[in-house]
């Protein structure tokens, strides 16, 4: 290459035959050439030990007897992704991002909600399944109204940092914007229905731990939305206890705080 008169070009000294210029700072003690070129960053696509090559049989017992798959994973080191899922309430597999391949099967399997058995032998983070994840993620972030930068939950949600984890920087699907409504009744909480995924955690904990039972589905398809009570405003239903343990359930922005007691 050749540079303007008396100015050196990159990787090269003053004379241009070829000599790589190179500038070093100190950092912590040891050079560092800032001139080198970088090495391409590696997004974490999963775990480091993608597959459980036979399930033993002390793990099984250990776990108990209706132990499920993505519990032994758990127990054997092996990251599993999961949004639907939270320790204390029933599984229902409703995300579908813990996915795994059983040899024997002919479909991929939510592994929060398929039961553990001596001598499977379980891929748990395949290029397949890789791929499935990210279209799950992509679908999610497509069919929502889920803007990062002003929601209540950047930062800290579980979606976002799939996201980022399963390797999804932009959506190859295209973006709906449906008409989502915000309900602000409720005098301490809020519920952005745009942010929903409808992993249907707050369901749960309000029926299972609180007894409340304040949440559910309603409606189908595109339609489908998390009601309060009889399909109400949130701070008419009487059943309501104020916990807040909905608030804290929730995986991304749509159920939130916006008064303090």
Not at 70 to 79: D, E, K, T
Not at 141 to 147: C, D, I, L, P, Q
Not at 206 to 212: L, T
Request: proline content about 6%; hydrophobic content about 40%; glycine content about 10%.
């Amino acid at each position: 290459r050749q540079g303007r008169p008396g100015v050196p070009v990159a990787g090269h000294d003053q004379d241009g035959h070829g000599a790589r210029a190179r500038a070093a700072h100190l950092v912590g003690g040891r050079a560092v050439d800032v001139n080198r070129r970088r090495r391409p960053v590696r997004r974490l696509r999963g775990a480091t030990m993608p597959t459980i090559p036979k399930l033993p049989a002390a793990l099984v017992a250990i776990l108990g007897v209706l132990a499920t798959v993505l519990a032994a994973a758990r127990q054997a080191g092996l990251w599993i992704p999961t949004l639907c899922q939270l320790d204390g309430i029933s599984a229902v597999g409703a995300c579908r991002l813990c996915v795994v391949d059983i040899e024997g099967h002919g479909r991929p399997l939510a592994a929060c909600v398929t039961e553990a058995a001596e001598g499977m032998q379980i891929h748990t983070n395949s290029p397949r399944l890789q791929e499935i994840r990210r279209t799950v993620v992509e679908m999610l972030f497509a069919e929502g109204n889920h803007v990062c930068a002003v929601c209540v939950a950047n930062g800290a949600c579980e979606l976002q940092n799939l996201a980022a984890l399963v390797g999804m920087d932009h959506s190859r699907l295209p973006y709906r914007f449906p008409q989502r409504r915000v309900d602000l009744s409720h005098p301490r909480f809020g519920l952005d229905h745009n942010r929903c995924i409808l992993c249907t955690r707050c369901v749960r904990v309000c029926d299972e731990v609180e007894g409340a039972h304040v949440w559910d589905v309603g409606w189908r398809g595109e339609h489908c939305r998390i009601i309060a009570g009889l399909d109400q405003p949130w701070g008419e239903v009487e059943s309501c206890t104020h916990c807040g343990q909905c608030v804290q359930a929730c995986p991304t922005g749509a159920l939130f705080t916006h008064a303090e007691p």
